[in-house]
């Protein structure tokens, strides 16, 4: 059963930084495709980053890039989420994902096959 757990989430200021953590267990993450998504009140739950599993190359999307940077740590089983120069627009819950098929657009949520339960971040203006 592969489970995945975000921490790092809160409440902060517009200029501010977050930092999020997934914690993946029960599966072989050096194997995983990771992402992040976000999901902002009223809103249908969007593309945040991924991170591919064997280059670890990245892709973000535009309203996040210079701002966010992902990453992960293979020995740790971990993906992170470093956000800077937060804006109140930021905020929402985000999601950590995992891709174990190697396949399909990674841009889109249902090439996920497992979640996590999500962090809240607020960023206050």
């Known amino acids: 059963q592969v489970q995945l757990v975000e921490s790092g989430g809160g409440l902060v200021q517009a200029g501010g930084s977050l930092r999020l953590s997934c914690v993946v267990s029960g599966g072989t993450f050096s194997n995983y495709n990771m992402g992040w998504f976000r999901q902002a009140p009223g809103k249908e739950r969007e593309f945040v980053t991924f991170?591919?599993?064997?280059?670890?190359?990245?892709w973000y999307t535009d309203s996040v890039k210079g701002r966010f940077t992902i990453s992960r740590d293979n020995a740790k089983n971990t993906v992170y989420l470093q956000m800077s120069s937060l804006k109140p627009e930021d905020t929402a819950v985000y999601y950590c994902?995992?891709?174990?098929w190697g396949t399909g657009s990674l841009l889109t949520a249902t090439t996920y096959n497992y979640w996590g339960q999500g962090t809240q971040v607020t960023v206050s203006s």
């Open positions: 991170i591919r599993r064997s280059s670890s190359s990245t």
């Open positions: 994902a995992a891709n174990s």
